[in-house]
């Protein structure tokens, strides 16, 4: 059966609500976080965006702000971030079985059992339950497609009157709307296409439903069609309910600072394959082959840049993490190089395959029933108590020199036993 009314629930600020959560004092105060290494700003509170603060500004820029007006400052947690997201997934899952987690902080509801007179007091429900049960504030838009719903949860943050839920169910609630929304913030409409519709007097998301269809299809593809299509009213894409398979998985960062010793590279390549091994289980597939890449600072003026990578086919397709490591630091040694400062590594799986359709092969030693129950118990111990539960020596400490910069990260209040808020009198 058709979705004929999809709900989006979007998260407010959701890295910034993630902190909050388990900081209260921090409401009404300006609040930012950081990008990996600290390097730029990718959230903000209401009242940092009122200071001025952009989003993608680098930290070092607003250092002096921050200091004057007593912003709070954070280093990206992710570990709380996806802990608290799939909170607010399972708290979702409860007004609907149709369910399509879109991103980190997003997820579309499938609300077509409702009747229309429903809808409404059904989304500040689920508004009111998400921030009970999870702390977290959200905003929920409701129309007849995705690209609707998506201008719908927008306009809710802001709408007069709609206390963070906005139903867009007849024509005249739509064209206002869409007549509110400027070309640039429409779903699917990048910069380059905002900026030629633009040049042509197309504003706003209702300019852009009048251009014909012919025009959008011959100058914007079938993606640009189907966008002009949903702003109509008329449903072209379904809920994802199963996450759609990755063809590749790559896992890579920066590191803290330079590094020249291999042992400190290897650490840093041994964790992040095991974090690529675990992504590959999650959706039981198999990599039949992998590759490594290593590389300095490219942007250096007084050394020259070195950038390398190697590939290899594995022996038999395997989500094993042992045997991932085992090849990737034998890529690694290949390419490492003496006395030069490298700032990242990182390792691709590829040629993914299914966990079901792996060729078997007659003469080989191993159990693959043991080696599935080993993986399967680490991913569990991983998801109960964090990802540094159980390591291999070859992952180093966990303060190793190559780790990110991370002056100002917050405890995983809810992953970790260390991190439990303690209650005194």
């Not at 910034?16 to 600290?38: A, Y």
């Not at 959200?138 to 690209?147: D, E, I, L, M």
């Not at 991913?379 to 390591?391: C, E, I, M, S, Y």
Request: charged share 25%.
């Amino acid at each position: 059966m058709k979705t004929t009314r999809f709900a989006l629930v979007d998260c407010n600020s959701f890295y910034v609500s993630c902190e909050r959560v388990f900081r209260p004092e921090l409401n009404g105060r300006p609040v930012v976080v950081l990008s990996n290494n600290d390097g730029c700003v990718i959230a903000r509170s209401d009242e940092a965006k009122a200071l001025g603060i952009k989003m993608g500004t680098p930290y070092f820029q607003v250092k002096d702000l921050v200091r004057k007006e007593g912003v709070e400052v954070f280093s990206s947690n992710y570990e709380l971030y996806g802990d608290m997201s799939r909170r607010v997934a399972n708290t979702l899952a409860q007004f609907t079985p149709n369910l399509e987690i879109y991103s980190i902080d997003e997820c579309f509801l499938d609300l077509s059992h409702l009747r229309e007179d429903e809808v409404e007091a059904y989304g500040v429900q689920i508004r009111k339950t998400v921030r009970q049960w999870t702390g977290i504030p959200v905003s929920v838009g409701v129309a007849c497609t995705k690209t609707l719903a998506k201008v719908a949860n927008k306009l809710a943050k802001k709408w007069p009157g709609s206390e963070g839920v906005l139903v867009l169910q007849h024509e005249a609630e739509t064209e206002q709307a869409l007549r509110k929304t400027g070309i640039g913030d429409v779903w699917g409409i990048g910069r380059q296409h905002a900026k030629r519709l633009q040049e042509l007097d197309v504003h706003t998301a209702w300019d852009m439903r009048q251009l014909p269809e012919g025009w959008v299809k011959k100058n914007m593809a079938v993606t640009g069609l189907r966008t002009l299509l949903e702003l109509r009213g008329k449903p072209c894409q379904e809920l994802e309910l199963e996450p759609p398979t990755k063809k590749n998985i790559c896992t890579s960062r920066s590191f803290g600072k330079p590094l020249s010793e291999l042992k400190d590279i290897e650490e840093a390549l041994s964790t992040h394959t095991v974090r690529c091994a675990t992504k590959l289980r999650r959706q039981n597939s198999c990599a039949a082959s992998l590759t490594v890449f290593l590389m300095t600072n490219r942007f250096s003026t007084t050394e020259p840049a070195y950038y390398n990578s190697r590939s290899m086919p594995l022996p038999r397709a395997t989500h094993n993490e042992l045997d991932l490591l085992r090849h990737a630091l034998h890529l690694l040694r290949q390419m490492y190089r003496p006395g030069k400062r490298y700032v990242k590594v990182g390792i691709i799986l590829n040629d993914l395959v299914p966990v079901a359709e792996v060729q078997l092969d007659l003469f080989e030693r191993v159990n693959p029933a043991k080696e599935n129950q080993l993986m399967h118990t680490l991913d569990a111990l991983r998801q109960r108590f964090g990802h540094h539960t159980v390591k291999y020596a070859v992952q180093g400490e966990k303060d190793a020199v190559w780790m990110l910069r991370e002056e100002h990260t917050s405890a995983c209040y809810t992953t970790s036993m260390d991190g439990l808020l303690r209650v005194t009198r």
